[in-house]
């Protein structure tokens, strides 16, 4: 049951170009979205959200793109950092009763200094 | 000064076993939980909880209960253990209400099981 998949398990870039992390969904319901960032050896850390009625916010350096139609959400990270390098999980809640929150599968991201 | 501290941080055991993994919040938030992090890295709620509710999600086998002692503490019981329980486990808390029970979550840093 997958509802959200990632399906690039890996990305490096160079530092100071931008990092295009992506995440499809399979529920339409899902109206709600959010990127955590993961180190090793910790629990994912929140990082930034977009709601479905918007298709774009932007946190600093870290702007999230929500495609409705397509069932596409996309984390920028420009320019990106060596400190960058991690784990990025995007998420979602079902919508009203929350219980249920589904996780892709993780993009392990590597800046190159 | 840990937020969401769990124990043990490695457990390795036998089929059959009966073990537990503590947690424990520090931020004063209402509502606990704990995921599942199998081998595909797939991240899946197990359980929600507070004072007042346990969600339960329907695929996990009843060999699993957590217990609350009090507000800040939420434990993971688990009977029988099987091979498939071999995973990394997460605690998190957040605050209750709305979308900000998803942006407050904080995570432990997970319990990796090991059933041989």
């Known amino acids: 049951d997958q509802q959200v998949k990632q399906n690039s398990p890996s990305l490096s870039v160079q530092e100071g170009r931008i990092s295009i992390l992506n995440c499809d969904y399979t529920n339409s319901m899902f109206d709600y979205f959010l990127w955590y960032k993961k180190y090793p050896a910790e629990g994912p850390t929140f990082l930034i959200s977009i709601s479905s009625i918007k298709d774009k916010n932007e946190d600093g350096r870290f702007t999230v793109f929500l495609n409705k139609s397509a069932k596409h959400l996309s984390l920028h990270i420009v320019p990106s950092q060596p400190g960058d390098s991690a784990v990025y999980f995007c998420?979602?809640?079902?919508?009203?009763?929350?219980?249920?929150?589904?996780f892709g599968t993780g993009t392990s991201l590597t800046v190159i200094p | 000064d840990t937020a969401v501290s769990q124990t043990p941080k490695y457990l390795v055991t036998q089929m059959g076993n009966d073990k537990s993994i503590k947690c424990e919040q520090n931020l004063g938030h209402d509502t606990m939980y704990w995921y599942k992090q199998d081998s595909k890295k797939f991240l899946k709620i197990m359980f929600s909880?507070?004072?007042?509710?346990?969600?339960i999600n329907e695929t996990v086998p009843n060999r699993f209960s957590p217990k609350s002692p009090d507000k800040a503490h939420l434990n993971l019981h688990i009977n029988s253990l099987e091979l498939g329980d071999s995973a990394v486990y997460f605690c998190?808390?957040?605050?209750?209400?709305?979308?900000?029970?998803?942006?407050?979550?904080?995570f432990g840093p997970g319990t990796r099981l090991l059933v041989l």
């Open positions: 998420a979602a809640p079902t919508p009203g009763r929350g219980n249920q929150f589904y």
């Open positions: 909880y507070n004072n007042k509710e346990l969600i």
């Open positions: 998190a808390s957040s605050q209750e209400g709305g979308l900000a029970v998803w942006e407050t979550q904080y």
